[in-house]
């Protein structure tokens, strides 16, 4: 079936550092993202990666602070968080696309990741 579980969130002051990690099972995943969820917010886009690392894509929040990468060997894949913000408070959540799956642009869009993981808080006190 394959499992995605992420983990590396915690509590922060903001313009601190986190590393947060998905690690995958079970299945082979091309594309890769991680997406947020603010209490009482729909779940946003943050971050993607493709299969090969080649496309890199961010929102515009986070862009210039968070770094997406993945190592296929390990079947892992980070986001790398930096000069965290108090809005960069959420349940961060790991979804990734069954590379089986024809090859999707729409990296953004939750429907077309095929499985999720359980997300990890991270908290940003200003």
């Known amino acids: 079936q394959g499992q995605l579980v992420e983990s590396g969130g915690g509590l922060v002051q903001a313009g601190a550092s986190l590393r947060l990690s998905c690690a995958a099972s079970?299945?082979?995943?091309?594309?890769m993202a991680w997406f947020r969820q603010a209490e009482g917010k729909e779940r946003e886009f943050v971050a993607a990666?493709?299969?090969?690392?080649?496309?890199?894509w961010y929102s515009d929040s986070v862009k210039g602070r968070f770094t997406i990468s993945r190592d296929n060997a390990e079947n892992t894949m980070w986001l790398q968080m930096n000069y965290l913000k108090p809005e960069d408070t959420a349940v961060y959540s790991c979804a990734g696309r069954l590379l089986s799956r024809p090859y999707s642009p729409s990296y953004s869009v939750e429907a077309i990741y095929d499985k999720w993981g359980q997300g990890t808080q991270v908290t940003v006190s200003s």
């Open positions: 079970g299945r082979t995943f091309g594309t």
């Open positions: 990666i493709s299969a090969g690392s080649g496309g890199k």
